[in-house]
């Protein structure tokens, strides 16, 4: 089986001939493991492509990345995407606003201020400060919808030619092709910060349905095009949520079925009746009093299933069955000690989840930097050997 | 208009059901004109009304949300009240000294946390983010607070909450005051390794741990 035949076997609740293995590094990660022994050269991604400023009509070899999941074995998340853009366009020009010594303050591509730190290790792992978000109240959002119009031209690539598309998400067998959105909590967290967002479910709840169904509107027209070309050659929508922290869901069950359920729905149907069915969400945090809700709004998958926020794969398995498929949920803190500490971690779980189904061995989250080359070599190695029937 | 009795009942069952903003001010306007005392409308009414919040929240009855949201209600009372505090004060709970560890600048947690330990009657002083460890002993020096709240995020700045600690012994004030850890990736184990007093997973739990402490004292 090829690496997509196996994710999609596992995701539809089949055995494959092995476990397929996913997972996601920071950039920073993969930096610090280059002075690790991690051997960059074999892993660097470059393509031959127009000189980027498009003034000189000449092919020429540009870095675009990094692909550490073939060098270990394993399938990145991301490796065929729709290319559709949600963000707000036109960008919010990047730009510093304010520095000093020690920090630097942006304006994001989103439109808020970020506050980091200058040269701090590891900038962007370490998260900004966010100090400033552009959406406050009704009048800011009305401004800002004006930068999310569906029917912008620039949302889909120059070269959408949809036979060709069609085309290249037949052939991807490297991992799983994916549809990437972002859902109702991500978007207005992101757009007005987490305590403003939170709060205005009880302050202005008018505003709260106003923005939420105007969401739901802007994704389903945004992707329709995509979705009603390529169908079922997308194996997965991957929808990021962030909704909960560590003691439990950022908002209410209440909340929830009142503001989101129903948009969350109307996405789903609009996915099934174009066909695709695996619609999975990403978010850390313990979202254990939500999954009812989760499922009733029609998502079937769940990634990372954080440990730190008691998160248990099995236990989910155990009361959902083949309601969920669920990916990760092996604790980033145990696997990066290593020795006894992972290999218990593994074989506590994996085992287990391999034969109850529908689960995908990955970390809790991200690969971070506390994670060392030669720790993530032996994890590997070992997690390796359990994905075999 | 009721008893004195149910005004303040009803003060504490508007803050703890989440009702609007309007109903909680016109409740303290009329128990101001029936001449309840300041102080007992905050320690009987509103803080009555926070605590079942946070039993709420506990419980997994509230979320986020409904925290945040009680305490921009009690903000809301407490606007009306302040400025009528003439001869009355209100009695501190203590002083914390609060603040997120150097190389971390995160602060959404630290702020739930002072905010509810603002409205439950403590005097914070917040050093704010990517604080330096002298910072804190200096503060504590200067408020003689019996409280040290230090936040990070990062398993990559944890540490630096033993540096603070071990700051502390060396000042020789580490037996003069309490530590709490917070933040995402603190926990109760490693707030134990490092010689903290304790370890707060969320805002609430924190306020309660710190409750206890000036009690005791």
């Not at chain 1, 930068?147 to 052939?171: A, G, Q, V």
Request: aromatic letters at 12%; one cysteine or more; charged letters at 30%.
């Amino acid at each position: 089986m090829t690496p997509r035949e196996r994710i999609k076997n596992v995701i539809n609740f089949k055995k494959p001939d092995m476990l397929p293995w996913i997972e996601s590094f920071y950039d920073e990660t993969l930096m610090k493991w280059a002075k690790e022994g991690f051997p960059i050269d074999e892993v660097i991604l470059i393509e031959w492509e127009v000189s980027r400023s498009g003034t000189l009509l000449v092919n020429w070899p540009t870095v675009k990345g990094f692909d550490p999941y073939s060098y270990f074995g394993c399938q990145s998340f991301f490796g065929c995407m729709v290319p559709v853009d949600i963000g707000p366009i036109p960008r919010f020009k990047l730009r510093i606003l304010k520095e000093n010594e020690k920090y630097i303050e942006i304006l994001t591509e989103t439109g808020a201020i970020a506050k980091r730190f200058k040269k701090a290790e590891y900038t962007w792992y370490s998260m900004p400060m966010f100090i400033d978000f552009p959406v406050k109240d009704r009048k800011s959002w009305e401004e800002y919808k004006k930068r999310l119009n569906p029917k912008d031209p620039r949302r889909y690539p120059k070269d959408w030619e949809k036979d060709t598309y069609i085309e290249i998400f037949e052939r991807y067998q490297n991992g799983c092709t994916l549809l990437r959105i972002t859902g109702f909590y991500g978007f207005g967290a992101e757009l007005m910060g987490i305590p403003t967002f939170n709060v205005m479910f009880y302050k202005d709840p008018e505003f709260m349905h106003d923005m939420i169904e105007y969401w739901e509107y802007f994704t389903i027209e945004t992707i329709r095009d995509a979705v009603e070309t390529l169908k079922d050659r997308i194996d997965m929508v991957y929808w990021w949520e962030d909704l909960a922290e560590k003691h439990g869901p950022c908002i209410s069950p209440k909340i929830y079925k009142e503001f989101f359920l129903p948009h969350y729905k109307k996405v789903t149907d609009f996915l099934r009746k174009n066909k695709i069915d695996k619609i999975m969400m990403d978010s850390d945090g313990n979202i254990n009093p939500l999954l009812d809700l989760i499922n009733e709004a029609g998502i079937n998958g769940l990634w990372p299933l954080e440990v730190n926020s008691n998160m248990d794969a099995i236990t989910i398995k155990k009361k959902y069955g083949n309601k969920f498929f669920l990916i990760g949920n092996l604790d980033k803190r145990e696997l990066a000690k290593g020795g006894d500490a992972m290999k218990k971690e593994i074989d506590s779980k994996v085992p287990i989840l391999k034969e109850l189904g529908g689960y995908i061995p990955s970390v809790d989250h991200l690969v971070h930097v506390e994670f060392s080359f030669q720790k993530f070599k032996e994890y590997a190695e070992y997690l390796k050997k359990h994905l075999i029937y | 208009m009721g008893t004195k009795h149910e005004l303040l009942n009803k003060i504490v069952i508007t803050i703890s059901n989440l009702e609007n903003s309007g109903k909680i001010k016109n409740l303290i306007k009329e128990a101001l004109s029936q001449k309840i005392p300041i102080i007992e409308i905050i320690e009987e009414g509103l803080r009555k009304g926070l605590d079942s919040v946070g039993k709420k929240y506990e419980n997994n009855e509230y979320f986020l949300s409904e925290l945040l949201y009680a305490a921009t209600l009690m903000n809301d009372a407490l606007e009306i009240l302040e400025p009528l505090l003439k001869t009355e004060k209100i009695k501190s709970k203590g002083a914390i000294v609060l603040g997120t560890v150097k190389g971390d600048i995160h602060d959404i947690g630290k702020n739930i946390f002072k905010m509810y330990a603002q409205v439950s009657g403590f005097e914070v002083y917040d050093l704010g983010v990517d604080v330096d460890p002298e910072k804190f002993i200096e503060k504590i020096k200067e408020t003689k607070a019996q409280i040290l709240g230090l936040s990070a995020l990062l398993t990559t700045t944890i540490l630096e909450m033993k540096t603070v600690i071990e700051k502390l012994k060396k000042e020789g004030i580490r037996d003069k005051v309490k530590v709490l850890l917070g933040g995402n990736a603190v926990t109760k184990e490693f707030a134990k390794e490092i010689g903290a007093d304790a370890a707060a997973l969320n805002a609430i739990e924190g306020i309660e741990i710190c409750k206890k402490w000036v009690e005791e004292k």
